[in-house]
């Protein structure tokens, strides 16, 4: 283990540096300005109260590794170093990283990676010239969803009647929980926009959504409205038509990602395997093809229907949500019941109770013992 730092890593001349951070600092104060988000008081962390663990992995623009802060593991998040090589690249992923703090600073859902701090000096600690001088500190994750899929896999080859009935359960239980958090960023006018496994995982038993760079707040607080947004915006087989069609679109295009996160789960196979670009364009977005279900049990037959409704061509005929949670909830409680009555395990209310995720106020504050003051809140954004 060693303390984090950045002594023998890349860096900018100072003057570089400076004016890279001067420019990341408009674009994400001009953003923050028009948000109708209220931020939370958020600790303040300097890189040297941290303790280098382990790397956990990197995506196009960002890199993770495990740290501990007084005395807990956490999961840190930065920009990729390479990044230095491309400024402009550079700005608009360092602006994305910091919009992510904002919005996981003033949102709290028991699905959503829970911020637990960022750099002391905000984005002004880019001016330092390393890749990683901004960072956020996170919930650290037990496993991805990829990694929870391809374990159901080996349990539905090999695995017993009653251990597969539990997987459904299992299956149900996370395709509420993505909804549910989904539906919470909607009601706070949010668009998450990059719905897919890699950006899900565990921890504690709880499905978590993490990875908000792409996530947009909505120019008006009226979630049916379509706007002309970015096209194209997340990964392609994920993606709704309308989006990669770079038409308008509205929160409806996270039930359409929803839907096909939710097959993958159920099938343990991913929609459109075989698709080239060109193929998706053609048959998916203009003609409206969907993926083909395997034979399934007919305990999967509830949930089919509802995720066929949820990937409808037409976004306003897709189900809200709000509705979604409700059914899947019925259902986790009748395929549970079920199950424990097959394995003849008795029940206690505390493990029966299905913790629904609750739409909670974007003002409540969290459980942080070192808060920002109003001067750290200025020097942040």
Same mark, same amino acid.
């Given at each position: ?174 395709? @509420? ?9 909607? @009601? ?8 897919? +496994? ?18 947009? @707040? ?52 991913? +929609?459109?395997?075989?698709?080239? =670009? ?52 019925? @259902? ?7 199950? =424990? ?37 200025? =020097?942040?954004?």
């Amino acid at each position: 283990m060693s303390v984090v730092d950045t002594t023998h890593v890349q860096m900018w001349p100072r003057n570089i540096a400076h004016h890279v951070a001067e420019c990341i600092f408009r674009d994400v104060q001009d953003i923050v300005r028009r948000s109708r988000l209220n931020r939370n008081l958020t600790a303040l962390i300097e890189h040297r109260e941290l303790t280098h663990i382990r790397n956990l992995g990197q995506g196009a623009f960002s890199h993770v590794r495990l740290v501990y802060y007084q005395g807990r593991a956490f999961a840190m998040k930065h920009l990729r170093q390479d990044l230095l090589n491309r400024p402009s690249e550079f700005r608009q992923a360092a602006s994305e990283l910091a919009v992510e703090g904002h919005m996981l600073a003033s949102l709290s859902h028991p699905n959503l990676i829970k911020l637990h701090g960022w750099a002391a000096n905000g984005v002004a600690s880019f001016a330092k010239g390393y890749h990683d001088s901004f960072f956020l500190l996170l919930d650290p994750l037990e496993e991805t969803l990829e990694d929870r899929i391809e374990t159901w896999k080996q349990i539905r080859q090999f695995g017993t009647a009653v251990q597969r009935q539990e997987m459904y359960t299992q299956q149900l239980r996370a395709c @509420e929980q993505i909804a549910s958090v989904l539906c919470y960023l909607h @009601e706070n006018d949010i668009i998450y926009r990059d719905l897919k +496994p890699s950006n899900l995982g565990f921890c504690r038993k709880e499905i978590k959504l993490y990875d908000l760079g792409l996530s947009r @707040e909505l120019p008006y607080p009226d979630t049916r409205q379509s706007f002309q947004m970015s096209g194209r915006v997340g990964t392609q087989r994920y993606m709704a038509p309308e989006v990669a069609c770079h038409e308008a679109y509205n929160v409806s295009a996270d039930v359409y990602s929803w839907a096909m996160v939710c097959y993958e789960i159920l099938t343990l196979e991913r +929609p459109y395997d075989r698709f080239s =670009r060109e193929m998706h364009d053609t048959l998916v977005c203009k003609q409206g093809v969907r993926p083909d279900w395997p034979p399934m049990s007919p305990e999967y037959w509830y949930l089919q229907n509802i995720i066929t409704s949820a990937w409808n061509q037409t976004p306003c005929l897709r189900p809200c949500l709000a509705n979604i949670c409700h059914h899947l909830s019925q @259902e986790h409680d009748r395929a549970y019941l079920q199950l =424990r009555a097959e394995s003849k395990t008795i029940i206690s209310l505390d493990e029966f109770s299905y913790r629904k995720a609750p739409i909670r106020s974007v003002s409540e504050s969290t459980d942080i013992s070192l808060m920002s003051t109003e001067t750290g809140l200025y =020097r942040v954004f």
